[in-house]
Antibody, heavy 115, light 106 residues
C-alpha cells in the first residue's frame, strides 16, 4: 500500500527556520516525483515544487522559487520542505503528493507562524 | 505558465441534481487533467485522472470528460456526502496548476 506520512504540526515564530518531512512507503521512492502543495487558511491548493528523489532533480513553481527549499534523502525515503526564515504568511497546511498528477497524498502538516 | 479557469466558484444544489463543473486551460493540455474532492479539514481525494478515468473506489455518479482546453466534472445525482470543494489539476506541463475550486453546497 502506497503511503506518504508527514511530520507533525509546527508552531513557530517569524524569522525561525523549519524543515518538515514526508516519508514514502509501499512503492519505489526513487522512481516517482514528490511534490509539495500549500493550502492557506480558507484558500485553494497551490503547487509549490517537486523533486525526483532518484537524482534530486528539483523544480519550483515561480511563486515559491527562492522562498523554500525542497530536498530528499533517498536512503530513508523522505522528502523535505524547508524555510530559512518563516513569515506569518507561511501559515498554512502543507501537503506532499506523489507525481504531478497527485495520485497519493500525505495527511498534511499544519504550520502556524505567529509571534 | 498555463492558467486554469474553473467555474462556477460556488454553487448551491439539491440532492438528486445533476451537477457540472468546468475547467478551461489557457492552452492545450491533452488529457492531462485530474479532479479532486476536498471536504473541510480533510486531505484532497482524487476522483478522476487522465480527464475521464474513474479512480478506484469512487462512485460511478462521478464522471469526467474533455480534452485539449475544456474539461468537465459531472456528478449525475448529487448525494449529501458530495458537499465539498472540487478542484481540477493540469499536469501536462510544469508547473502543475490547480483550478480555483468549486464549492458545492447542498
Amino acid at each position: 500500500e502506497v503511503q506518504l506520512v508527514q511530520s507533525g504540526a509546527e508552531v513557530k515564530k517569524p524569522g525561525e527556520s523549519l524543515k518538515i518531512s514526508c516519508k514514502g512507503s509501499g512503492y519505489s521512492f526513487t522512481s516517482y516525483w514528490i511534490g509539495w502543495v500549500r493550502q492557506m487558511p480558507g484558500k485553494g491548493l497551490e503547487w509549490m515544487g517537486i523533486i525526483y528523489p532518484g537524482d534530486s532533480d528539483t523544480r519550483y513553481s515561480p511563486s515559491f522559487q527562492g522562498q523554500v527549499t525542497i530536498s530528499a534523502d533517498k536512503s530513508i525515503s523522505t522528502a523535505y520542505l524547508q524555510w530559512s526564515s518563516l513569515k506569518a504568511s507561511d501559515t498554512a497546511m502543507y501537503y506532499c503528493a506523489r507525481q504531478t498528477e497527485a495520485d497519493y497524498w500525505g495527511q498534511g502538516t499544519l504550520v502556524t507562524v505567529s509571534s | 505558465d498555463i492558467q486554469m479557469t474553473q467555474s462556477p466558484s460556488a454553487m448551491s444544489a439539491s440532492v438528486g441534481d445533476r451537477v457540472t463543473i468546468t475547467c478551461r486551460a489557457s492552452q492545450g493540455i491533452s488529457h492531462y487533467l485530474a479532479w479532486f474532492q476536498q471536504k473541510p479539514g480533510k486531505v484532497p481525494k482524487r476522483l478522476i485522472y487522465a480527464s475521464s478515468s474513474l479512480q478506484s473506489g469512487v462512485p460511478s455518479r462521478f464522471s469526467g470528460s474533455g480534452s485539449g482546453t475544456e474539461f468537465t466534472l459531472t456528478i449525475s445525482s448529487l448525494q449529501p456526502e458530495d458537499f465539498a470543494t472540487y478542484y481540477c489539476l493540469q499536469h501536462n506541463s510544469y508547473p502543475p496548476i490547480f483550478g480555483g475550486g468549486t464549492k458545492v453546497e447542498i
